[in-house]
């Protein structure tokens, strides 16, 4: 069994205790707050001295439709990625899959009879992404997202993954919508870096 | 300034697998506790194994409900059982080098009541299954949380790389 006493503040092999040490492990990495409508948003050299990756996306797009929202690592467009969904909408619940040629992580989904990324901006969506052990290269990348948007009588709540078949470190995320969709004014990304005991 | 969210501990398993992983002694100073993990299991046959915990070494007392869904159709229900089931991970059968992605919050740890956890988690495979669990669980059990163990007990263990992170969470008391 492996296990850790949290007062010894030992480290054996990998294992890490740093104890009552408070240094703080949320950090904010960056923010970017649309102040018109824009296709693409990009954060690029990811700092690699996290052991996490959150992402808080509050917004909508500028189509007056619904759009799955696409995330891109590293600008991989490949058909590299396949994701999953768990979702209800105030009436029923639903699962389903992307197939094995989704161009990307899609942590809310307008395919499937889902509602994906809001076109409203008096209903805008929200949504956190974390992105666990995102620089290390013996994983694949698997993204866990939940979010959705209500309407005041209409909405959609949603569980999603997201796998990336590459066991490359995160170094970038490229968020677009289909359709030459734009991001709505006001929408806002803020990236968080989590860090690990010991770091 | 004061930090609200805290880094407390963190487990990668090592070259092998382990058969179980616990944190014990847990600091008794924050409101919450928050694990993430990035596991995956060898359970023979399947692409997907159960992420079983328990608390102070207790087998007892434990109840779960759920919401699932694996791909194709959703579930909900009830788990009385011996430990906090906080959904499915990958498993041996699953795309190689793809890990679980799972979080755990413990509200009021160390509290005299009986003890909440919620959690969600999914699987990930490059194929039509794969699971999006949401779950709620209750030790009905008075006692603080000083030791958490996450385990497999169905012919699996937890496959190298699999790391468990807990951080401590204090609200403004």
């Given at each position: 069994m492996g296990s850790i006493s949290l007062k010894t503040k030992s480290k054996s092999n990998n294992l890490t205790a740093p104890g009552d040490v408070d240094l703080g492990a949320m950090i904010p990495l960056a923010t970017t707050t649309l102040s018109t409508a824009t296709a693409t948003v990009t954060f690029a050299?990811?700092?690699?001295?996290?052991e996490h990756l959150q992402m808080r996306i509050w917004g909508y797009n500028s189509s007056g439709s619904d759009r799955t929202l696409y995330l891109q690592l590293n600008s991989d467009s490949g058909s590299n990625y396949r994701n999953h969904y768990l979702s209800g909408n105030g009436t029923a619940v639903s699962a389903g899959s992307e197939g094995a040629a989704t161009t990307g992580i899609l942590p809310?989904?307008?395919?499937?009879s889902q509602t994906g990324f809001n076109g409203d901006s008096t209903k805008a969506s929200v949504v956190i992404m974390d992105i666990l052990d995102y620089r290390n290269t013996n994983k694949n990348t698997t993204v866990r997202s939940l979010g959705g948007w209500d309407g005041n009588g209409s909405g959609h709540v949603y569980l999603s993954s997201g796998l990336w078949m590459n066991t490359a470190a995160v170094t970038n995320l490229y968020f677009q919508l289909p359709y030459s969709t734009n991001f709505g004014s006001g929408t806002t990304f803020a990236l968080y870096g989590i860090k690990r005991a010991g770091a | 300034m004061a930090h609200t969210y805290s880094k407390i501990a963190t487990y990668t398993v090592g070259s092998g697998g382990i058969e179980s992983v616990s944190f014990i002694n847990?600091?008794?100073?924050?409101?919450d506790l928050l694990i993430k993990a990035s596991v995956r299991n060898t359970r023979s046959g399947a692409a997907e194994a159960e992420l079983r915990w328990t608390v102070n070494g207790s087998a007892l007392s434990y109840s779960n409900r759920l919401l699932q869904g694996n791909g194709t159709s959703t579930s909900a229900g009830s788990y009385s059982t011996t430990f906090f089931y906080s959904g499915e991970i990958d498993a041996a059968t699953a795309t190689a080098n793809t890990f679980g992605n799972a979080e755990i919050y413990i509200p009021n740890y160390t509290s005299s009541n009986y003890k909440s956890a919620m959690a969600d988690t999914v699987s990930e495979n490059n194929a039509t299954s794969a699971y999006a669990t949401a779950t709620a669980g209750l030790w009905s059990n008075t006692a603080p949380i000083t030791s958490i163990n996450f385990y497999y007990s169905a012919s699996g263990i937890w496959a190298q790389h699999s790391s468990f992170h807990l951080y401590g969470i204090k609200a403004e008391l």
């Open positions: 050299n990811v700092s690699q001295t996290y809310l989904n307008a395919n499937s | 847990i600091p008794q100073n924050y409101t």
